[in-house]
């Protein structure tokens, strides 16, 4: 870029005076560029970086110095910095143009450091979640020296008290965290104004008891720190003018009368009046000091923060730039935090996270010895010496005799009791009514069925569903303690509310408080599932060992629905009703009624049109709830009607099939239900292997295995049990979003 620049030198000597270089007016004799001149397109350049913030910022204003003839010991006073820090860069620019003013990576430590990063990461617990990593740790894990992390948690007070007591931004004038609430935020690049509110009077101080509340909304809130990771976009331009906070403050002062606030500024514009100002240093990145502000408030009171993220947002105030928010006016109370686990399901009293992690890696392998357990989990022995050591306390799992690893001592096998818990699981079905009872380990105990006619009449149904619950029950063994119960429904429903809305051949049955009513005749929660996610949680819960990966389940029954286990976890959806196949199953485009909504391929209910199929067919079917088992054994002994049938419904299935794994890029389908009894499994699984091995798109880059399940026609019961054990004992640190699910 030497055409940006032009320079005057003294001339060779020769027979001709080169003419005098021109004199810039008040330059500094200690300039070593006198005579510096910018293009245009450099100078635009220069003076939208100099806006900025920075060190690029410092560098344009440099060389800009320099242009207009001010001098360096006169540049140096006037930007507070060293004379050979000016000289260095006036010479860089004069040697390589604006490229010369960009930062340049250097390998080792960095040159600058994000201090509310540190501070953060400070606060953050360690990888195996027991306390912060150590200063030491903490440096070699950033790469920057424990000497300057050191200083810098100094200057943030941390170290001062215990936890985040002394807590500090070191603004102009410094502002201590303790007491104060995050109450808003409105970023954008180069400008910020964060405002906390001062505790109002008479509010008590939270409660540090470890409760499951507690616990959960911890976890919520680090949902949300995570979420910051991403919430920063590419580098917009700078504005032309400070943006005004004028309605922010007014937004604020609405919903939270009467409280000192304090208002941390980053960039050109002022504190709004009426506020405590603390003016942000020009490095501050806002996002880092937003997770500093979390955490702070996080270690203090999580509930109350927890209820702050999950509130309505403040609708009212246009949000500008990419951080906006309000807190909510509504008080920092308990009740409106992430719902917990309901107390039914919290009798174990499971201490944390880590526990939970034990518990399912030793059902997942069956046995476990604590050597094992560490491996496997990445715990440390000594966290997993303690943790067994309650478990065994508690009486959720019991020890193996030792078996010889070698030499040293013998290793124990450690494995759940299962007498330790149970669950009741019940299934209503358009033709049948089912309850189980399932201990720990996944072995039915007891089981009721009640086979159903036209008309369904919503009361009597619930009625029935609750005493054929309380009778399994009742059998379990030695009156052993039954954690909970689950319903497993068909669709739609609202899973939040536990409402189930007009399903396909229930009659009457419009918006019925299933959840609500169950829970009232059985005197305990209940937790409300749609049918086939219930049988994929029964099957990620009580399945093989195998099943532990990610899948989906393919539910064949008076309907077709699919539930799926995806990164590790149940996926419901927004209100409980994921998996719907519908037309994913139709063989071609469908017509649509009178009312001009589209119809579901008629194989969608399998059962039903395989039995009017083969009675259309002319054999003699019996009437009743033997009729499909009939069909069934007719298919296995090889009657060509019958197995036409059956591979006709198969084939339209296969193709719903294919679109969920098509969807979900899953390398395991799981097929189970009341439909696929064992005299047509074998005819549904090839049918369906051979689908979804053939028509998606990327079916040349993986192979789908289809298995039966484990838990034969009562996987929706047995399912709706699980979701009870799933539900108090699966480890998860996305508590928030779960609780929405």
Known sequence: ????????????????????????????????????????????????????????????????????????????????????????????????????????????????????????????????????????????????????????RRRWGLGAGPGTAGLTVPADPPCPLRDLDLL?????????????????????????????????????????????????GPEPPPESAPPAYDDL????????????????????????????????????????????????ELARDPVALAAALTGPPAADVAAEGPLHWVRPPAPPTAQSAPRPAPRAFNQ??????????????????GTLSRVEIAASTGLTPQAVSRI????????????DEGRSAGAGKPRIPLRLRPDAGYAVGIHLDPWMITAVAVDLCGQVVARRRMPLEAPR????????????????AAEVPDGGPVLGYGAALPGPLDRRAGVLLDPPLFEGWDRVDVGAKLSARLGSPV????????????????????????????????????????????????TGNAGELGELCAPRPRAAGDDDVPRSAEECAPISTTLARVRA???????????????????????????????????????????LVGLFDTELLIVGGPAVLPGVRARYLDVITAAVNTFPLAHHVRTVRVAPSHLGEEAAAVGAASSVFHATFTPSLKAGRRARN
Not at 388 to 399: A, D, Y
Not at 532 to 557: H, K, S
């Open 1 to 152: 870029m030497s055409e940006a620049r032009t320079y005057t030198t003294p001339g060779p000597t020769t027979g001709t005076t080169p003419p005098p270089p021109p004199t810039p007016p008040a330059a500094s004799a200690a300039a070593p560029t006198a005579g510096f001149a910018l293009t245009p397109a450099d100078r635009t350049r220069l003076r939208g970086w100099a806006r900025g913030s920075g060190a690029r910022a410092l560098r344009a204003q440099i060389v800009l110095d320099a242009s207009a003839g001010t001098g360096v010991i006169d540049s140096a006073r006037r930007l507070g910095v060293s004379r050979p820090t000016v000289t260095t860069w006036r010479r860089r620019y004069a040697a390589e143009g604006l490229a010369g003013l960009e930062h340049r990576p250097r390998s080792g430590r960095p040159s600058r450091v994000d201090e509310a990063a540190l501070i953060a990461r400070s606060l953050l617990p360690a990888p195996d979640g027991e306390a912060p990593l150590s200063v030491r740790a903490l440096a070699a894990r950033t790469g920057v020296s424990h000497t300057t992390l050191a200083a810098v």
């Open 184 to 232: 808003a935020v409105r970023a954008r690049h180069g400008h910020a104004l964060f405002l906390l509110g001062e505790p109002p009077e008479g509010r008590p101080r939270p409660s540090r008891r470890a409760t499951a509340l507690v616990r959960d909304a911890t976890a919520y809130v680090y949902g949300a720190l995570d979420a910051l990771d991403t919430a920063e």
């Open 249 to 296: 403050l007014e937004a604020v002062r609405a919903r939270h009368p009467g409280r000192t606030l304090h208002a941390l500024t980053l960039g050109p514009a002022p504190a709004p009046e009426g506020t405590r100002p603390h003016t942000l240093a020009p490095a501050t990145r806002a996002l880092s000091l937003l997770r500093v502000l979390l955490l702070a």
């Open 348 to 365: 174990l009293a499971l201490g944390s996270y880590n526990e939970k992690l034990v518990i399912e890696s030793i059902r997942e392998a």
């Open 388 to 399: 067994t050591r309650n478990l065994l306390t508690s009486g959720l799992i019991v020890q």
């Open 457 to 472: 009449d919503p009361d009597w149904c619930l009625a029935q569903m609750a005493a054929l619950a309380r009778e399994a």
């Open 527 to 574: 937790v409300v599932e749609k049918d086939a996610t219930a049988a994929a949680i029964g099957e990620r819960w009580l399945g093989a060992a195998e099943r532990a990966e990610d899948f989906v389940y393919l539910y064949l029954g008076a309907g077709a629905g699919s539930g799926a286990f995806l990164n590790g976890d149940v996926h419901r959806g927004a």
């Open 617 to 659: 067919a002319g054999l003699p079917v019996p009437r009743g709830e033997d009729a499909y088992p009939w069909v069934c054994a007719r298919a296995a002994e090889g009657d060509p009607a019958v197995r036409e049938v059956v591979d006709g419904v198969a084939r339209v299935l296969a193709r719903g099939a294919a679109g």
